[in-house]
Each structure stands twice: as structure tokens, then as C-alpha cells.
């Protein structure tokens, strides 16, 4: 993409209804505008974000067995009237009637609906486990909305539903989401602690909400210090084999972690040596739930199992807040200049910078390194405007892309373009007719 050609709104100054770092930075940047309070339109550089973490949690949900669709927006109240949540929901549920004068409802979630297309769509205990998921966006009319795009009003989460024959068989389904977050958080270049939380009136030990650590987060957090030596990275394993699949799970819930909701100071103390307790501030990112016949019930999704006996089938709920994520890695990954993406997530890898744009030379080989990147596959997004170095370098520092090729004339003289990793800062002269084979070459992380 040529910036010349492209839509990204920079904002020179600090806008000042932003309190956090990560939405200062997406205005500032151009990612995303305000519409309405905690309602915003994803611009260019912001939807390629969240188009790049959506892939992500879709790569590796489906990676766990999970399996892809795709449930409205608009609901008819009629199956929350039997789930008893219509009355239960209160403000947060934004109600709409349609012409016909029957009430409806913008989605905040959707265990009832998803209940129902699984109950008319199975015949027998044989159609069981399944893991149904969408991604779509969600309505909450939170009273305080706020920090940009962190707590929306309109927001895109990832939900998936578990539907079991018995709860121990559920509470594997429950422990792949596990793993499968764990992997999916990863991938993004986070570390998302797993914390103990609250089950409310089922009770139960599966409710796990997913934390990554900022001084931002709304919510306050107690946690083990031996997280951080955990092995992060190693959830390479078989989805099926449900004794390594529970092994993980163990291990990442052996230690103490919670959120202060539900936290026990004194099982804490007993648990955790006193130089290893860490407290601090944590943004959810994830929240999965088990929660057995709480929706089958009332809305009768039952089976016949092997000897013909009628069973009310086991649930769970898996939530992951994709919008707040791409808030949430800002908050994880930034300086003073600005963005710093993960390879991961970036909205494009390579930035590269003519230097001076309109010197014939050096806009040749620019061009020439832009087509030969892009047609290698590398996304890359050409500074091909006649600004200021200054102005570009810091431009591209705000953006945050994973490298940066600078081109200009004196380096043309020698061959050479500077290549800068964003993350490190580190520089390095590479031959121009390398350029192409370095990106084209590694893998992105
Ligand atoms: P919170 O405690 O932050 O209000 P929640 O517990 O109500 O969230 P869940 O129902 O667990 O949210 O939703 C699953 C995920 O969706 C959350 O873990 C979070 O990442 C994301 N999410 C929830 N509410 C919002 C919101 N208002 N804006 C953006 N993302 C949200
Ligand atoms: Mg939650």
C-alpha cells in the first residue's frame, strides 16, 4: 500500500479524551474513530488489526476442534423469555421492537440462541461433543464506557459454546478452550494468566478469566510470581488426547491467581511464599465458563443417550474480547513513540521510507523494492509522500510496524538501505538486493 493512496487520519497532538496509552495511540494513529459514546468505526490501519486477531482466535479455536458460524446481531426476545434472562439483564440489553410490534434485542451474547440451533439441529447422543463458535459483534449498554475501544458499547468478541452428553465429558471440552486460549493468547505475543473466577450460583472450579498485566486494567490482581516461568510456548499437543490436554490445565491452575473479585488473602498467604506474591492491575481479555444445564434446561435441548435414556446436555461458554485485544497488545506493547506491534498482529510488517520522494533515483528503487516485497507476499506500506524525514520516521515509530527500510540517496550511493527492527531499535545496513530475500525468506514470528 502506498501511503499516497491510502486512509490513515494521523493525529499530530494527544487528544484529550483519552485516558490510557493504547487509546491515545489508536486516534492518534488513525485506527479507529468515535462515533457515539463507546461506538466507533475501525479505519484502514485499525481493521487490519482486528482482522489479524480475529484470524488468530479463529486459526486456533478451530485448531481445537471448535467449528466456525455465524449467529445475527438482532435476536427475538422469545428464547431469553424462556431462559428467564429478559427480565434478568436489565439496562445493559439494548431493546429495539420491529414494526410488527414484536420486541427484539441486540445480541450481548448468545447462549439461548446457540442452545437452540444446537437442539433442533442434533438427533442422538452420536452428534455429541460439539463446540459451536461465532464471531460477531456484541451490544452492551455499559454504564461507563470507556478507554476507547477497551469497554465498548459495540464490541467483537469470539464466543464458542461446548455441548456435552455428561459434565465430565464437558469438563474436557472445557479444558481445550483452555489450552486453546493459552495458544491463542500466545500467538499474539501475550502472556494471558489464567485467574480463578467466580461461578456464581453453579459453583464449581470452571470459570477462568483470562489476564494480561497493565497498569491500566480495570481489574486489581493477585498471582504467583512463578507464572512468569511457566512454559508459555509449548501447547503443541493433540487436542484429542484428553490426559495431556488435563495436564496443562493443572499445571496453569496449580498456582494461585485471581482477580480481587474472588481473591482469598489468606489461601493466597497460605499457598504463595511472601517474595513470590505479586499484585497489580490486569485487562480481561478472555473468560471461559462452565456452566452444565443452565440453558439446556429451560430450553429443553435434550438427547437420548446409548440406552435410550433422556439427558439434558452440558455447557459452556467461552468469550474472547477481540476489539479490546487490539487495545489491550497496545497497552502490552508500546514506548514513547508510539506502537510496537507484534509481528503477529501487525497491520503491515515492512514500512518502508523513501527518503526523499521525487529524487528519481531513489524512487525507483523504492518502487522497485515495493513491487518485489509485495509480490513475495510481504505486506508493506510505502511511505512514498514528500514529507520530512523527521516527520516520516516519527510517523512510522507512531505506527508501530515491525521493520522499517529506509532508502535514500546517500545509501543508494553505497548499495545500502537501513533496515530497523521497531521492537529493539537496532539498525542495520543491508544490501539493496538482499532487501527482498530477507522479508521474503523468514517466516513472520
Ligand atoms: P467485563 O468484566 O470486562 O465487563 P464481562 O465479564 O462482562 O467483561 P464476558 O461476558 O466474560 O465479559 O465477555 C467475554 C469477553 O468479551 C471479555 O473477557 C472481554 O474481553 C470482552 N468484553 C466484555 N465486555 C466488553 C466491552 N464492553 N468492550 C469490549 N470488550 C468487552
Ligand atoms: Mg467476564
Given amino acids: 500500500m502506498r501511503l499516497s493512496n491510502y486512509f490513515m487520519p494521523i493525529l499530530r497532538d494527544d487528544p484529550k479524551e483519552a485516558e490510557i496509552v493504547s487509546h491515545k495511540l489508536m486516534l492518534r494513529a488513525g485506527m479507529i474513530r468515535q462515533e457515539s459514546a463507546g461506538i466507533y468505526s475501525w479505519l484502514p490501519l485499525g481493521f487490519q488489526v482486528l482482522k489479524n486477531i480475529e484470524q488468530i482466535v479463529r486459526e486456533e479455536q478451530n485448531r481445537a476442534g471448535a467449528i466456525e458460524v455465524l449467529m445475527p446481531t438482532i435476536q427475538s426476545a422469545d428464547l431469553w ?3 428467564g434472562r429478559y427480565d434478568d439483564y436489565g439496562k445493559e440489553m439494548l431493546r429495539v421492537t420491529d414494526r410488527h410490534d414484536r420486541d427484539m434485542l441486540y445480541g450481548p451474547t448468545n447462549e439461548e440462541m446457540i442452545t437452540d440451533i444446537l437442539r433442533s ?3 442422538s447422543y452420536k452428534d455429541l461433543p460439539r463446540n459451536l463458535y461465532h464471531i460477531q459483534w456484541k451490544f452492551r449498554d455499559e454504564v461507563r464506557p470507556r478507554f476507547g475501544i477497551m469497554r ?5 468478541m469470539k464466543d464458542a459454546y461446548s455441548f456435552d452428553l455428561s459434565a465430565e465429558a464437558g469438563r474436557h471440552s472445557y479444558n481445550k478452550m483452555f489450552v486453546s486460549y493459552l495458544r491463542l493468547f500466545d500467538r499474539m505475543g501475550l502472556r494471558a494468566i489464567p485467574m480463578r ?3 456464581g450460583p453453579i459453583g464449581g472450579d470452571l470459570s477462568h478469566e483470562f489476564l494480561i498485566l497493565a497498569e491500566t486494567g480495570e481489574s486489581e490482581v493477585h498471582f504467583d510470581r512463578d507464572f512468569y516461568d511457566m512454559n508459555w510456548s509449548e501447547f503443541e499437543i493433540d487436542y484429542d488426547d484428553d490426559a495431556r490436554v488435563a495436564s496443562v490445565v493443572k499445571e496453569f491452575t496449580s498456582k494461585y491467581a485471581a482477580t480481587d473479585e474472588i481473591h482469598d488473602q489468606a489461601e493466597y498467604e497460605a499457598k504463595v511464599p511472601a517474595e ?7 485487562i480481561e481479555v478472555g473468560h471461559i465458563f462452565f456452566f452444565g ?3 439446556s434446561e429451560p ?9 435410550g435414556k433422556s439427558v439434558t446436555i452440558h455447557s459452556g461458554s467461552y468469550g474472547v474480547g477481540i476489539s479490546r485485544l487490539a487495545g489491550a497488545i497496545i497497552e502490552a506493547s508500546h514506548d514513547d513513540a508510539g506502537i510496537i506491534w507484534p509481528e503477529a498482529v501487525a497491520p503491515f510488517r515492512v514500512g518502508l521510507i523513501n527518503l526523499k520522494s521525487g529524487d528519481t533515483e531513489t524512487d525507483g528503487m523504492c518502487d522497485k523494492i515495493y513491487r518485489e516485497l509485495t509480490n513475495a507476499g510481504v505486506s508493506v506500506l510505502y511511505d512514498d509522500k514528500d514529507d520530512r524525514a523527521g516527520g516520516k520516521f516519527a510517523r512510522m515509530d507512531l505506527i508501530g510496524l515491525p521493520w522499517q527500510v529506509i532508502i535514500g ?3 543508494l550511493k553505497d548499495g545500502i538501505a537501513e533496515v530497523k527492527n521497531r521492537a529493539t531499535g537496532e539498525r542495520e545496513n543491508v544490501p539493496l538486493d538482499q532487501i527482498v530475500a530477507q522479508f521474503a525468506d523468514r517466516a513472520p514470528a
Fill in 152 to 156: 465498548g458499547r459495540e464490541f467483537l
Fill in 299 to 307: 430450553l429443553g435441548c435434550v438427547v437420548q443417550d446409548e440406552s
Fill in 81 to 83: 423469555r424462556k431462559s
Fill in 293 to 295: 444445564t443452565k440453558y
Fill in 276 to 282: 513470590k506474591r505479586l499484585s497489580g492491575r490486569g
Fill in 121 to 123: 439441529g442434533i438427533q
Fill in 409 to 411: 540517496p546517500r545509501g
Fill in 197 to 199: 473466577a467466580d461461578t
